[in-house]
């Protein structure tokens, strides 16, 4: 069964740095990858999606790597800013049919990036 | 291209009170789903859809919570009777089909507290 962790599960900076968020998963028989970010008790924003075939996807100052074999993903954000505080959650979606094709989602890492 | 509308935005109610949210996908978007998160943890599925038919309602509480989508389009969440601990997020998103290679699109959620 598909486990999603995502350590640390909270993480305060200070404005300027350029941090890393984990996310690891338990079987590498994954379709893609998705990183999400939530802002307080709102809905959900696709950041970027990783096939599994790809290493990396990059979108202005956020990159995401994936690394199957090992189960992991990592979400880069350079140069954090006040407004990149939120909950950034990831997302697999397992190369099955018998599982609906579903996301297994993380708990989340809650970023605050202090001014 | 119009998003996945979701209202109301906020409800608050008192337990053992009902309470339905309504979802409308993306145009011609066939499967929907429905997902509760609670705070400081992943989303978890309570049903899929495709069209009007029910793919998985594995992790719907049938005691109190149903869902329908009856012409294959709209759907309505409801909760009868709701307790504390159904405070959430109610997260619709849809996808143009279940296949594996369809990204899901997420509404911007119902915040529920139940006091």
């Known amino acids: 069964k598909q486990e999603v962790t995502q350590i640390p599960a909270a993480l305060s900076v200070p404005e300027g740095e350029n941090l890393v968020l984990n996310c690891s998963f338990t079987?590498?028989?994954?379709?893609?990858l998705q990183w999400f970010r939530q802002d307080p008790g709102k809905g959900l924003t696709s950041l970027l999606l990783i096939q599994s075939s790809q290493r990396e996807q990059t979108s202005g100052r956020l990159n995401a790597s994936l690394d199957k074999s090992s189960g992991r993903s990592t979400l880069y954000i350079a140069a954090s800013q006040p407004g990149d505080s939120a909950t950034y959650l990831c997302?697999?979606?397992?190369?099955?049919?018998?599982?609906?094709?579903?996301?297994?989602w993380g708990a989340g890492t809650k970023l605050i990036i202090k001014p | 291209e119009a998003g996945v509308a979701q209202s109301p935005r906020y409800k608050i109610i008192e337990k053992r009170q009902s309470v339905a949210f309504w979802c409308n996908p993306i145009s011609g978007h066939a499967t929907l789903y429905w997902y509760q998160q609670i705070l400081g943890q992943g989303p978890k599925l309570l049903i899929q859809?495709?069209?009007?038919?029910?793919?998985?309602d594995s992790q719907l509480p049938k005691d109190r919570f149903s869902a329908e989508r009856l012409k294959g389009v709209d759907s309505t969440l409801k909760i009868q009777p709701a307790k504390l601990e159904d405070s959430a997020v109610y997260l619709c998103?849809?996808?143009?089909?279940?296949?594996?290679?369809?990204?899901?699109?997420f509404g911007p959620g119902t915040r529920l507290t139940v006091t």
């Open positions: 859809f495709q069209n009007n038919g029910v793919v998985d």
């Open positions: 079987d590498s028989a994954i379709y893609n």
């Open positions: 997302a697999v979606k397992n190369r099955y049919p018998d599982s609906n094709y579903q996301l297994i």
């Open positions: 998103a849809s996808s143009f089909s279940g296949g594996v290679t369809y990204e899901q699109y």
